[in-house]
T-cell receptor
Framework: DSGVTQTPKHLITATGQRVTLRCSPR?????VYWYQQSLDQGLQFLIQ???????AKGNILERFSAQQFPDLHSELNLSSLELGDSALYFC?????????FGPGTRLTVT | GEDVEQSLFLSVREGDSSVINCTYT??????LYWYKQEPGAGLQLLTY?????DMKQDQRLTVLLNKKDKHLSLRIADTQTGDSAIYFC??????????????FGPGTRLSVLP
């Protein structure tokens, strides 16, 4: 158990819909990272937050957004969903040089 | 730019040693990591090495770093069926403005044959 929690574990939704994925970092970690893992794209970095502020953006679509709240949990919002958004979405947290991953949310868009 | 490369597949027999290789391009990497991902699970941090080290050993795992060639390897001794997983190499590099950037390789799928 990495100490990073993500909800829900599985999500099935239709094209055009909007979903919110939630992540709670390890106790004491200020940084939260979001990744997308699909079969054809591998592990893609989406976005990073540090203590409530956006720090870096990777390959994140404009339809996707995220935020980190004062209690340090983070949410990733995916809107106008397309079939190609089906993937595993991971959250990771870190406080220094080690990054710990949550179990992921499997999103299926039908 | 930052790029991490790995071969995609490796098969070994149970009891043999496995060697998973990785190359990276960013010479400013400070730490290099190996993660393990089992089917349906998240990434588990296995081990990491600081960039000024050549080798790190942790039980059955040995990490070798050749900084000149920007080559990292993970050796698993006495490979077991439970070692079957995808292994990701990753590097951490400082960002220009602030903080650090984690860059992951595509992963090597290790299959352990009985």
């Amino acid at each position: 158990d990495s100490g990073v929690t993500q909800t829900p574990k599985h999500l099935i939704t239709a094209t055009g819909q909007r979903v919110t994925l939630r992540c709670s970092p390890r106790s004491g970690d200020l940084s939260v990272y979001w990744y997308q893992q699909s079969l054809d794209q591998g592990l893609q970095f989406l976005i990073q937050y540090y203590n409530g502020e956006e720090r870096a953006k990777g390959n994140i679509l404009e339809r996707f957004s995220a935020q980190q709240f004062p209690d340090l949990h983070s949410e990733l919002n995916l809107s106008s969903l397309e079939l190609g958004d089906s993937a595993l979405y991971f959250c990771a947290s870190s406080s220094s040089s080690e990054q710990y991953f949550g179990p992921g949310t499997r999103l299926t868009v039908t | 730019g930052e790029d991490v490369e790995q071969s995609l597949f490796l098969s070994v027999r149970e009891g043999d040693s496995s060697v998973i290789n990785c190359t990276y391009t960013d010479s400013s990497s400070t730490y290099l990591y190996w993660y393990k991902q089992e089917p349906g699970a998240g990434l588990q941090l296995l081990t990491y090495i600081f960039s000024n080290m050549d080798m790190k050993q942790d039980q059955r795992l040995t990490v070798l770093l050749n900084k000149k060639d920007k080559h990292l390897s993970l050796r698993i001794a006495d490979t077991q069926t439970g070692d079957s997983a995808i292994y990701f190499c990753a590097e951490i590099t400082p960002r220009v403005n602030y903080g650090q950037n984690f860059v992951f390789g595509p992963g090597t799928r290790l299959s352990v044959l009985p």
